[in-house]
T-cell receptor, first 115, second 111 residues
Framework: GAGVSQSPRYKVAKRGQDVALRCDPISGHVSLFWYQQALGQGPEFLTY????????KSGLPSDRFFAERPEGSVSTLKIQRTQQEDSAVYLCASSLGRVYTDTQYFGPGTRLTVL | RKEVEQDPGPFNVPEGATVAFNCTYS??????FFWYRQDCRKEPKLLMSVYSSGNEDGRFTAQLNRASQYISLLIRDSKLSDSATYLCVVASTDSWGKFQFGAGTQVVVTP
């Protein structure tokens, strides 16, 4: 079946621009996670949704970052007034249930470059 | 101090040899453990879950030591295709299941 998809795959933004990154999780998956991966580092947690509810946004670096999942499926991560330090790969992952033992399946990521 | 720490490597391994490396974690509430594999410029993919009793999947063996708070991965009979970064992942009961990743251990298998 189809895996997690993300779009766009690559995004170049000028400093100060707003960007929106989309994630389509595996159909029927309850949990959705966003991670940020800087070059040479492991992914860092940003936020977590259980269906449409955002249960944890403790990893969002600043109030310029906003995520939503209004109908409990597709999710959007929005970054306002992008800064150079926002350059990274943004990974979306989904899992079937809502327990910490569930495998997370990752999308290919969106590589954001802020000039 | 990061919650999950790994030796970044690289581990340069001749084809056919065995390589092993560890990952330490600091949160004693950690309950789920995984090894993910990440190829260059690709997304992480599950290699294997790590169970308390240790588990094996083909040439890969994972061990968990709760007392010392580390997990290990051993790769036997290394193949060129095993060249990748191996990410240690920990999930805790107190964190909605969000994954804590290590920075990864790079393995390079040479002919």
């Amino acid at each position: 079946g189809a895996g997690v998809s993300q779009s766009p795959r690559y995004k170049v933004a000028k400093r100060g621009q707003d960007v929106a990154l989309r994630c389509d999780p595996i159909s029927g998956h309850v949990s959705l996670f966003w991670y940020q991966q800087a070059l040479g580092q492991g992914p860092e947690f940003l936020t977590y949704f259980q269906n449409e509810a955002q249960l944890d946004k403790s990893g969002l670096p600043s109030d310029r970052f906003f995520a939503e999942r209004p109908e409990g499926s597709v999710s959007t991560l929005k970054i306002q007034r992008t800064q150079q330090e926002d350059s990274a790969v943004y990974l979306c992952a989904s899992s079937l249930g809502r327990v910490y033992t569930d495998t997370q399946y990752f999308g290919p990521g969106t590589r954001l470059t802020v000039l | 101090r990061k919650e999950v720490e790994q030796d970044p490597g690289p581990f340069n391994v001749p084809e056919g040899a065995t390589v092993a490396f560890n990952c330490t974690y600091s949160n004693s509430a950690s309950q789920s453990f995984f090894w993910y594999r990440q190829d260059c410029r690709k997304e992480p993919k599950l290699l294997m879950s790590v169970y308390s009793s240790g588990n094996e999947d083909g040439r890969f063996t994972a061990q968990l030591n709760r007392a010392s708070q580390y997990i290990s991965l051993l790769i036997r009979d290394s193949k060129l295709s095993d060249s990748a970064t191996y990410l240690c992942v920990v999930a805790s009961t107190d964190s909605w299941g969000k994954f804590q990743f290590g920075a990864g251990t790079q393995v390079v298998v040479t002919p």
